[in-house]
């Protein structure tokens, strides 16, 4: 499977202004595969390091700050010399060695010739303890679940073709919507996650992909009780647990009291933050006006959390395929697109999608690209009633208004409705 954060590593190589990179995410996205296959490609050596694997490494950096003694070292230990700029330096599972991670501020200071990529799990819950986070010394890369697009490639690569050369504003004959709203829902069932659809690619059996994602979901649900740090680990699995019946609710704003009965925000703060902060929870806050920054005016106290994996989502929630798959009006057909739509959206704009709360009703999300807010409106069918979202255009006259249904790539008045299948590519389109 081709994953495209492989050319923002590429640009990483080049880069005259390159610190040692991190890269952070859920466990089990592709953090190892991507580094080790990106060391394949473009170095003339790769060494490898896990620090849960070999616990011997973590005296090498217990003892020394030196830069050079620990290249020293760390060429013994692999049999392999290391050569500035000709060497990939990986080390892996490195949130279990923080005197590592550490090191990485004096490579950044003392030498920078030398390619180092660190990967982990739970790394972004270290950013809340800067002494064992060598803040403002590395270079940071979010590695995510595969977005549809890649998705699309793994599975067909004539189609995603096609798909890439889909222009602005351009019908889509209606062989290729069909075929493109199918992978979409599959999509759907299986997720980005890569081991599910490496399996799919292989076997085209979706109960063996069922049964990844709930071993999936339970090696999550274990890694709470063991890498939790101070933090409460049963109010983290509570949280956890809660997300399907959240999104379920009618207004979907996260609600203390339906994790547990006159729960508080001060009872499941630091859990919520330690999921979000790990990547396991994408946070979208409200905002109390739909105007440029965005991020100026953030209701704190109001937001929705969604799930990391659409496909994971969609497990959690006990989804027959067949309701996605016949197009029906399941009950959780709403929360799980706009799931889906966040998904694709989250690491296309500079600044994360925000909701408004209106006196008629909410929009699904609001994007900024510039100083212009986009309104944007997530329908799970072809539907086009949206009586909140017509009241906003009206009102606020946006340059840019979207839907994303599954109706085809059309403009309808002020509206640009664009197929949920080009969720991922929404950027270069609008």
Same mark, same amino acid.
């Given at each position: 499977?081709?994953?495209?954060?492989?050319?923002?590593?590429?640009?990483?190589?080049? &880069?005259?202004?390159?610190?040692?990179?991190?890269?952070?995410?859920?466990?089990?996205?592709?953090?190892?595969?991507?580094?080790?296959?990106?060391?394949?490609?473009?170095?003339?050596?790769?060494?490898?390091?896990?620090?849960?694997?070999?616990?011997?490494?973590?005296?090498?950096?217990?003892?020394?700050?030196? %830069?050079?003694?620990?290249?020293?070292?760390? #060429?013994?230990?692999?049999?392999?010399?290391?050569?500035?700029?000709?060497?990939?330096?990986?080390?892996?599972?490195?949130?279990?060695?923080?005197?590592?991670?550490? #090191?990485?501020?004096?490579?950044?200071?003392?030498?920078?010739?030398?390619? =180092?990529?660190?990967?982990? #799990?739970?790394?972004?819950?270290?950013?809340?303890?800067?002494? !064992?986070?060598?803040?403002?010394?590395?270079?940071?890369?979010?590695?995510? %679940?595969?977005?549809?697009?890649?998705?699309?490639?793994?599975?067909?690569?004539?189609?995603?073709?096609?798909?890439?050369?889909?222009?602005?504003?351009?019908?889509?004959?209606?062989?290729?919507?069909?075929?493109?709203?199918?992978?979409?829902?599959?999509?759907?069932?299986?997720?980005?996650? %890569?081991?599910?659809?490496? !399996?799919?690619?292989?076997?085209?059996?979706?109960?063996?992909?069922?049964?990844?994602?709930?071993?999936?979901?339970?090696?999550?649900?274990?890694?709470?009780?063991?890498?939790?740090?101070?933090?409460?680990?049963?109010?983290?699995?509570?949280?956890?647990?809660?997300? /399907? &019946?959240?999104?379920?609710?009618?207004?979907?704003?996260? /609600?203390?009291?339906?994790?547990?009965?006159?729960?508080?925000?001060?009872?499941?703060?630091?859990? =919520?933050?330690?999921?979000?902060?790990?990547?396991?929870?994408?946070?979208?806050?409200?905002?109390?006006?739909?105007?440029?920054?965005?991020?100026?005016?953030?209701?704190?106290?109001?937001?929705?959390?969604?799930?990391?994996?659409?496909?994971?989502?969609?497990?959690?929630?006990? =989804?027959?395929?067949?309701?996605?798959?016949?197009?029906?009006?399941?009950?959780?057909?709403?929360?799980?697109?706009?799931?889906?739509?966040?998904?694709?959206?989250?690491?296309?704009?500079?600044?994360?999608?925000?909701?408004?709360?209106?006196?008629?009703?909410?929009?699904?999300?609001?994007?900024?690209?510039?100083?212009?807010?986009?309104?944007?409106?997530?329908?799970?069918?072809?539907?086009? #009633?949206?009586?909140?979202?017509?009241?906003?255009?009206?009102?606020? &006259?946006?340059?840019?208004?979207?839907?994303?249904?599954?109706?085809?790539?059309?403009?309808?008045? !002020?509206?640009?409705?664009?197929?949920?299948?080009?969720? &991922?590519?929404?950027?270069?389109?609008?």
């Amino acid at each position: 499977m081709e994953r495209f954060a492989i050319d923002k590593l590429i640009a990483w190589k080049n &880069s005259t202004d390159r610190k040692p990179m991190v890269l952070r995410g859920a466990r089990q996205v592709g953090k190892t595969w991507l580094m080790q296959e990106f060391g394949r490609r473009c170095y003339r050596n790769t060494v490898y390091f896990n620090f849960d694997e070999e616990d011997e490494l973590k005296s090498v950096f217990e003892s020394n700050k030196n %830069p050079a003694r620990i290249i020293e070292l760390l #060429s013994m230990i692999s049999g392999e010399k290391i050569v500035p700029d000709d060497t990939l330096i990986l080390f892996d599972e490195v949130q279990e060695c923080p005197e590592a991670l550490n #090191s990485l501020k004096y490579f950044c200071e003392k030498a920078n010739e030398y390619h =180092i990529i660190a990967a982990g #799990s739970l790394l972004g819950t270290l950013l809340a303890e800067p002494k !064992s986070y060598p803040v403002g010394k590395v270079n940071l890369l979010e590695i995510a %679940p595969l977005t549809f697009d890649e998705f699309l490639l793994a599975n067909d690569e004539g189609l995603y073709r096609y798909y890439c050369s889909i222009q602005k504003e351009q019908s889509i004959e209606e062989i290729f919507h069909k075929r493109l709203l199918e992978l979409y829902h599959y999509y759907l069932i299986i997720g980005g996650m %890569p081991e599910c659809v490496s !399996s799919w690619l292989k076997h085209k059996n979706p109960e063996k992909v069922l049964q990844i994602q709930r071993e999936l979901l339970e090696v999550y649900e274990n890694d709470f009780s063991k890498h939790n740090g101070k933090v409460n680990s049963g109010r983290i699995l509570m949280v956890f647990r809660s997300i /399907v &019946s959240q999104l379920a609710k009618e207004n979907e704003k996260f /609600v203390y009291g339906a994790v547990r009965e006159g729960g508080r925000a001060r009872d499941f703060e630091e859990a =919520i933050e330690w999921l979000v902060s790990a990547g396991m929870l994408n946070r979208v806050c409200n905002v109390s006006k739909p105007e440029h920054p965005l991020p100026a005016f953030d209701k704190l106290e109001s937001f929705k959390l969604y799930l990391f994996d659409t496909g994971l989502l969609k497990c959690m929630a006990g =989804i027959d395929n067949r309701a996605i798959l016949l197009k029906s009006n399941y009950q959780f057909k709403g929360p799980l697109t706009e799931n889906f739509v966040l998904q694709q959206l989250k690491s296309q704009f500079d600044v994360a999608p925000r909701y408004y709360s209106t006196r008629y009703g909410e929009i699904d999300f609001l994007l900024q690209r510039g100083q212009e807010i986009i309104p944007v409106e997530v329908k799970g069918g072809e539907d086009k #009633s949206a009586p909140t979202f017509k009241k906003y255009i009206a009102e606020k &006259s946006p340059d840019t208004a979207v839907r994303f249904s599954e109706m085809g790539y059309m403009k309808n008045g !002020s509206i640009t409705n664009l197929p949920l299948y080009l969720a &991922s590519a929404a950027k270069r389109l609008l």
